[in-house]
C-alpha cells in the first residue's frame, strides 16, 4: 500500500553546478518544505545572471539576489505566491529587468514565455518546457552551460516528498503527461522549487508516476468501498497524512476523483 511520500524521489545531487547558485527563502512550512527555492544562474563570473523563481516578498531575500547581480533576466516557473510574490519589488529593484512566465499575469517588462521558448544570456541557454498539472501555468526549465544541462521544475517535481495537484487550476491528467515528458530527461539533475537538488530528472518522474498511479488505485478502492466525496477518500486513502495537510491532500483528491469520472456533490 502506497503511504504518504516524505522522501527523495530520486538521488540527491552531489554537488550543484559551478553555475549554479541556490538562495532559499526563509518561508519554510508544511507546504513549502525548508522554503522556496531562488536559483540564480551564471555562465561566467561578471555576466549577467538568469533569476528563476523570486520567491515571497521578503526584503532580506531579495536583497541577497540583488547582491547576486548584474541579472539579465527574470522567469518563473508558476504562479503561486511562494514563487512570485517577489517578483515586482525585485524588478523595481533591477531597472528595468524583465519578469518573464508563461501566465501574462506574472510577466513584468516583455512578453509571455511559450513552448520552447529559447533564452540566450550571456553563454547561459534556456528552454521553457510546458509541464501543466500542478497549476495550469506550470512550466519547467531546461538550462546548459556548454556540455552541462539542468532541469528547474518549480512544485513538479519537488526534492523531497510530492506536490499537490491544485484542483481545479491543476489538473492530474496534465500532470501525469508532464511527468511522461520529464522521464525522457535522463540524468539531467533537478534544481526543484523546493527541498535538494536531484542527481536525475528521468529517475524522479519516473518514481513519481508510480507513485501517482498506486494513489490512483486506492482511490478507485475507496469509492468502490463506498467512499463519495473527497474529505471521505481522503480519510481513507490519506490516513497516514498529518491532519493539518488534509485540505491540501482534499486538492489532489478533487483532480483524481475527476480524471477517474467520479462525479462529486
Sequence with gaps: MTGHL??????????????VTLLRAPNPGPMTLDGTNT????AAPGAPAVVVDPGPADEGHL???VAHGPIGAVLITHGHPDHTEGAAPLAGRLDGVPVR???PAHTIGGDPLTDGYPLDVAGLGIRLVPTPGHTGDSVCFLARRGDEQVVLTGDTILGRGTTVVAHPDGHLGDYLASLE???TYRGIPVLPGHGPALADCGAAAEFYLAHRRARLDQVRAAVAAGARTAAEVVAAVYADVDRSLWWAAEWSVRAQLEHLGVEQP
Design 6 to 19: 516524505t522522501v527523495p524521489a530520486a538521488a540527491l545531487a552531489d554537488a550543484l553546478p559551478e553555475w
Design 39 to 42: 536559483w540564480v544562474l551564471r
Design 63 to 65: 536583497d541577497r539576489i
Design 101 to 103: 512566465a508563461a501566465d
Design 181 to 183: 515528458l520529464l522521464t
